[in-house]
């Protein structure tokens, strides 16, 4: 049972335009959301929340959108720069002892 | 956020051997996880590093398999029992109520790359 969804396995932008990462997911009693940043060969680094009595959190060029009648959450990042290129995952809490449950990833490959 | 260190970064094991893991993070923190990404797959939680206490193991994850110490409140280890080619995978410390952080935003150790023959 995949309580957290992201149905794009891949991504592929051009510099300086918009990037939009979506994910889904099935638990309505999840909470908190975050978005995390891979590159290969380190640990996923923490990018952005947001909890579940916000729509909307914004930290510089990253943006989350929640919109929980849909189940549904996204990432923004505006303006896209190559470096932005990695595997991004959603996860999702219940705040219970904060485990996450996270979301199969995307990769972003964002080209000059 | 935290520093969190993870020792050996990288490993090749044989059949049938154990690994130990350890985490180290530079501050006190409230919770400790491990979690296992497998390869092409996404990131599953093993269990709760209790401190003081047994850890909180997932479905799936049991504690002959592996074990999990935490004696502090910056310290962890995880051992991967008794290893089979399966157990090739990357291990993830995380840590959760660093200082100045919300609770629920959790930070990641680097990683330790298993790979087993």
């Known amino acids: 049972d995949q309580q957290v969804k992201q149905n794009s396995p891949s991504l592929s932008v051009q510099e300086g335009r918009i990037s939009i990462l979506n994910c889904d997911y099935t638990?309505?009693?999840?909470?908190?959301f975050l978005w995390y940043k891979k590159y290969p060969a380190e640990g996923p680094t923490f990018l952005i929340s947001?909890?579940?009595?916000?729509d909307k959190n914004e930290d510089g060029r990253f943006t989350v959108f929640l919109n929980k009648s849909a189940k549904h959450l996204s990432l923004h990042i505006v303006p896209s720069q190559p470096g932005d290129s990695a595997v991004y995952f959603c996860a999702a809490s219940n705040n219970q002892g904060g485990k996450l449950i996270f979301g199969q990833g995307t990769e972003l490959s964002v080209k000059p | 956020s935290a520093v969190i260190s993870q020792k050996p970064s990288r490993d090749i094991c044989q059949r049938g051997t154990s690994l130990t893991i350890q985490c180290q993070v530079d501050?006190?923190?409230?919770?400790m996880f491990w979690y296992r990404q497998q390869p092409g797959q996404s990131l599953t939680l093993i269990a709760t590093a209790n401190q003081g206490s047994e850890a909180t193991y997932e479905s799936g994850f049991v504690i002959d398999k592996f074990p999990i110490s935490r004696p502090n409140l910056t310290f962890s280890t995880l051992t991967v029992s008794n290893m089979s080619p399966e157990d090739s995978s990357i291990y993830l410390c995380s840590v959760t109520g660093v200082e100045g952080t919300a609770y629920n935003e959790q930070f990641f150790g680097p990683g330790t790359r298993l790979t087993v023959l």
């Open positions: 638990n309505s009693m999840f909470d908190y």
């Open positions: 947001i909890s579940s009595i916000k």
């Open positions: 501050s006190q923190v409230t919770m």
